[in-house]
């Protein structure tokens, strides 16, 4: 596993020097790719142009990456601050009051009544824990989809990719074609889904780097 940090670290190194010889900075790359990137994250929820949620979606997303990707370094990633980002997203701060089945997983989503627990567990066990930045990561993915505390993923990943943002790492958008092989890690238990989605990862980077050169941007 250690080997698959050092090859994400210098990948994710590899691409923030690619981007910055074809743009003025960081922020002028992601300003180029920002619809594009939300349209690729609505639609990794299945949420297309003609979902009656789209225009609150993609109007919510851009506002997260106007206020919170561009200058991410002073956000405190926790449980109110993943409240505040459903709500910019969906309308919604509180956690669902309903248990559900998800057509793509094939684990059991926490029951609705242990939520707020395990949403407080996870926040600490993030702040104690001796991980490095990917590790918690991973934790922080593995189980907000375990509990899955809202009714869509949107805002787990993007939380998700704010906390990538604050420590230097590109966010993370999956190709569609890892999406079957994503949904299925979390089945696993934690130390096997670590080390199969941090190799996932490397996928997906090496796709980017492929598309550098082009001007696909899987981004």
Do not use: A
């Not at 993030?126 to 805002?155: A, C, Q, R, V």
């Amino acid at each position: 596993m250690i080997n698959e940090l050092v090859e994400i670290d210098s990948k994710n190194e590899e691409i923030l020097k690619l981007i910055l010889s074809k743009f003025k900075n960081f922020d002028d790359f992601f300003i180029n790719i920002k619809e594009h990137f939300i349209k690729e994250e609505l639609l990794y929820d299945n949420i297309n142009e003609n979902d009656p949620n789209y225009d609150i979606c993609f109007n919510g997303l851009i506002k997260v990456v106007d206020d919170y990707f561009f200058n991410p370094y002073n956000t405190e990633v926790d449980k109110d601050f993943l409240s505040h980002i459903n709500n910019l997203i969906m309308g919604e701060e509180n956690f669902r009051t309903k248990n559900i089945i998800h057509r793509h997983f094939l684990h059991e989503i926490s029951d609705h009544k242990k939520i707020n627990s395990e949403i407080d567990e996870l926040f600490v066990s993030l702040k104690n824990n001796n991980f490095t930045t990917l590790e918690n990561y991973t934790f922080l993915i593995y189980h907000l989809f375990k509990t899955y505390p809202y009714f869509n993923g949107l805002s787990i990943r993007t939380i998700g990719n704010i906390y990538l943002l604050k420590n230097d790492y590109l966010p993370l958008v999956l190709s569609s074609k890892f999406k079957s092989e994503y949904y299925y890690m979390f089945q696993y238990d934690f130390p096997r889904f670590k080390k199969s989605f941090l190799k996932l990862i490397l996928k997906n980077l090496d796709l980017i780097l492929k598309s550098l050169g082009t001007t696909e941007w899987i981004i």
